[in-house]
Every structure is written in C-alpha cells, then in structure tokens.
C-alpha cells in the first residue's frame, strides 16, 4: 500500500503548478475543490463506451432524493477495469488519503445521469461519525463525463459548510425525501439560498468534497442529461455505503488493480480490522491462497 506523499506525488501532473500544500488548505478552507480538464478526450470515450450498455438501464431514482428523471449505475467495478482506474485515479487519491488515511475505502461508486427536468435534491451531506462539527469521515469525488453548468443540474455545494454544527435548514434532506412522491409539487423550491455555489466545470474536470459538505444536486432545466461518476471514499474503520466485497465478485476483484482490491474491501486496517479467518482477506481470492 502506498503512503500519502507517494499518492501526493502522482497527483502533481493535474495540480497546474500550485502545490498539494496549497490545494489542500482550500479543501481545508472551503470543503471542496475543482481542478479542471483532468481527464484527456480518449478517456472520457473510453469510460463513456464502457457505461453506454448500462446507463439507459440503470435504476431510475425511486424517490425525491435519488430523483425521479435521473438513472443511476451501482456496482461500477464489476462492470469494467476502466471503472476501477478511475476510483484509483492519483488525483482523487491524493486528496481521499489526506483527509482519511493510507486506508481509506471506497464507499460508494456510482453513475448519476440527470434527465431534463429533474428537481433539484434535498440538501445534505454524504458522511456519518456523530455529532457535527466533527471531522469528516468520508471524501466525494464528483468526475464530470458533459460540462456541468447552471442549467442541466451542476452539483451545488455550500462553501464552508462542513465546519458546520447541527444547523437545520430550508430544504434539507427528511424522511419524506424517501417517501413522499408529491414532495416537490407545485412548491418551488424551499431551499434556494445565495450562498449556494454551482459546481460549473468542463467535462473531464474533477470536483471533490469533503464528506461534511452540505450539498444537493441541481436542477436540470436544459434538453440534454448530465452525466457524472462519483467514486466516495471512507476512512477505513468505517462501514461502505456499497457492499464492495459483494458488488465485486472474488474472480473479478481478483484481476483488479492491487489499490483497487484494497479500496474495495481486501485490505487491513491497523491492527487487524477486515481480517477473515484470522488472515489477510486478500488470501481468499482466487490464486491468492495459502
């Protein structure tokens, strides 16, 4: 398992010249950072390609919070290696281990399309860990596959709000966001606010956030969808949003890359957590026994 400086220093090809140091006291500051143009036109086709059989069948959001016009792709890494690069990608490492440690997790990995008129979401934020403030245990990677904008639902975000306490606001995630189909009726919406920050980047860009950041996807007011991937890491005492180790089955974990195996699940974190019988998990794989 590589070290944090190791992730740091293969990220510093996408940092345009500013130092991680620096990148990192605005993450530090602000709760989320964008760095532009980070993947090249090729991978973009590549990554598109490889989704294309799954993303008109994905699952249609079965609430106001997954959203009703949007379709969502789980269980990414078995689908394709492409998939698995991107969650290992130097650049969200970098930022994902600083904040959670050399073994962090992937939480989550999932393809959002939002469909033209799609609500914005209730706002929220992606972590747990008990009472707010707190330090985050959790990091959002947000990879946009079209240029996100003001009108086709870039992800908005709440500048600082991850130093936040327990504060209740106007149009915060609730129960009813589960179950309520006439939630967003004929209402508007209740939590607009002019502190809120659109997530506006080229696609190919990357935005990432800390787990505590209030945030909500936007409202897709254009004619066309808008596509991203969000890999979401956690810090490697904590519990997956995604069964990983399930997601994946053992023949195809077996065949990912080694960080990937890790991120997913086939890893130990100090001293011993994520043991299986007693031994490194990893030596459950197949032709990785003994």
């Known amino acids: 398992m590589d070290t944090v400086i190791d992730s740091i220093d293969k990220a510093a090809p996408w940092l345009g010249g500013r130092s991680f140091d620096d990148w990192k006291a605005e993450f530090d500051d602000r709760g989320f950072v964008i760095i532009e143009n980070v993947l090249s036109a090729d991978e973009l086709t590549a990554i598109r390609t490889a989704l294309a059989p799954y993303i008109d069948g994905g699952k249609s959001g079965r609430n106001d919070f997954e959203g009703y016009r949007t379709n969502r792709v789980y269980a990414m890494l078995a689908k394709s290696p492409v998939f698995a690069d991107l969650a290992i990608h130097p650049l969200a490492l970098a930022f994902a281990e600083a904040e959670l440690g050399p073994t962090c997790l992937l939480s989550a990995c999932l393809a959002i399309n939002l469909h033209p ?40 975000v709440i500048p600082g709000s991850h130093l936040w306490g327990e504060v209740a606001i106007d149009g915060a995630i609730a129960p009813e966001s589960f179950t309520d189909p006439t939630l967003r009726d004929g209402k508007g919406d209740p939590g ?99």
């Not at 609500?119 to 990879?143: E, M």
């Not at 990357?206 to 409202?219: D, E, P, Y």
């Not at 991937?229 to 904590?238: E, H, K, L, R, S």
């Open 117 to 156: 008129g799609e609500t914005v979401q209730p706002w929220h934020f992606d972590d747990s860990g008990g009472p707010r403030p707190r330090k985050a245990t959790g990091v959002s990677a947000f990879w946009a596959f079209d240029e996100t904008t003001e009108l086709n639902g870039a992800t908005e």
């Open 192 to 290: 607009a606010r002019s502190d809120a920050v659109k997530l506006v980047m080229p696609a190919g860009s990357l935005a990432i956030a800390k787990g505590t950041l209030v945030h909500r996807g936007g409202a897709n007011r254009s004619d066309r969808p808008r596509l991203i991937i969000t890999p979401q890491y956690c810090a490697g005492w904590v519990r997956q949003l995604e069964n990983m180790v399930l997601a994946v089955p053992p023949d195809i974990a077996a065949t990912l890359p080694e960080r990937a195996r890790e991120l997913i699940g086939y890893s130990i974190h100090p001293p011993f957590m994520g043991y299986v019988d007693g031994v490194h998990p990893k030596r459950g794989l197949p032709g990785r026994g003994g």
